[in-house]
């Protein structure tokens, strides 16, 4: 009996053997030293996100939706007044950024869990990773190569779509 | 007895455990089904948006589908999963990392509810009142 005891699992002082230690496989053991520590860091992530996420998409809402015209103020214009300001362009782009990485790791959470066949897994976990991918690549370049005031040919503000500052320029 | 007859009893009849069964298990599967919701528009949200970049009569055609009444519905559900996905996120941290956070995870869940419902009851009233003032009809 002695001998199927895993030796990290012996209490060094007393030489006893912590519970069920002789009847679980190794690679079950937490006294093994992991690869690495891959999975701790995305659960701080994932807190302390979480908690950064609060505070962008409430103030993300309240701006958009709470104030002023609300879901009627959306437009072309709207979008364009808010990306002429670096803080607001940092602001969506910091909300980009980690709420798709705490989706992305929510999901992968989710099926790691339920789908528990390999290759379905492996599947699952590919669209997801390409899907996420493209959208914070499309999203990041869409916020940095925006361009607020559209001219027409012959170089006039385009009436009607250009936000208010464009016409100081 | 075995733990698991344990816990189980305990689930089904009485006071559960962290996880299995009543306020714990309830609150992580709202957490799960709202955090997946969220995740899907996140991307329509990040596509919708894009259309700056084609548009400005692209992108205001696709944003004024988020001004008809349906969608107005739709916003308030989608606001209401992530208020309760942002209020439980915070119990979550506090279970963690807080010392009585275990002790008072049930407690901290109807505190969650009840600071939800206050909160969207602001939302609901004034999103609607907003996109009332501002409808042109259908």
């Not at chain 1, 690869?35 to 994932?46: C, I, Q």
């Not at chain 2, 979550?92 to 600071?115: A, E, P």
Request: net charge neutral; hydrophobic share 50%.
């Amino acid at each position: 009996m002695a001998t199927q005891a895993n030796p990290e699992a012996v209490l060094p002082a007393q030489g006893i053997e912590a519970p069920r230690s002789g009847r679980i496989d190794p690679k079950y053991l937490r006294s093994r030293t992991s690869r690495s520590n891959f999975e701790m860091m995305a659960w701080v992530f994932m807190r302390v996100s979480g908690a950064a996420l609060v505070v962008l998409i409430f103030v993300h809402l309240w701006v958009n939706l709470m104030v002023g015209d609300g879901i009627h103020q959306i437009d072309f214009s709207f979008v364009a007044g808010k990306w002429a300001n670096p803080v607001w362009q940092f602001w969506d782009l910091t909300m980009l950024w980690l709420a798709m990485l705490h989706g992305t790791n929510g999901m992968r959470t989710i099926i790691n869990d339920y789908a528990e066949k390999d290759s379905t897994r492996a599947w699952l976990k590919a669209i997801l990773y390409l899907s996420a991918a493209v959208i914070i690549i499309l999203g990041t370049m869409v916020i940095f190569t925006f361009e607020p005031c559209l001219t027409d040919e012959a170089g006039n503000l385009l009436e009607g779509v250009a936000p208010e500052f464009c016409h100081g320029v | 007895m075995t733990q698991t007859e344990s816990e189980t009893k305990s689930a089904s009849g009485g006071r559960g455990t962290l996880y299995k069964g009543r306020e714990g298990m309830w609150s992580w599967v709202g957490h799960r089904i709202t955090g997946v919701g969220i995740f899907f528009f996140l991307l329509v949200h990040v596509l919708d948006t894009s259309l700056v970049r084609v548009s400005p009569e692209a992108y205001n055609a696709v944003i004024g589908a988020y001004k008809h009444p349906i969608m107005i519905i739709g916003e308030i559900g989608l606001v209401g999963g992530i208020v309760f996905h942002a209020f439980n996120g915070i119990r979550i941290i506090l279970v963690d990392f807080w010392k009585k956070g275990t002790r008072y995870h049930r407690q901290m869940l109807w505190g969650v509810l009840i600071v939800w419902a206050v909160t969207m009851i602001g939302f609901t009233v004034r999103h609607l009142m907003l996109f009332l003032e501002g409808w042109e009809g259908f």
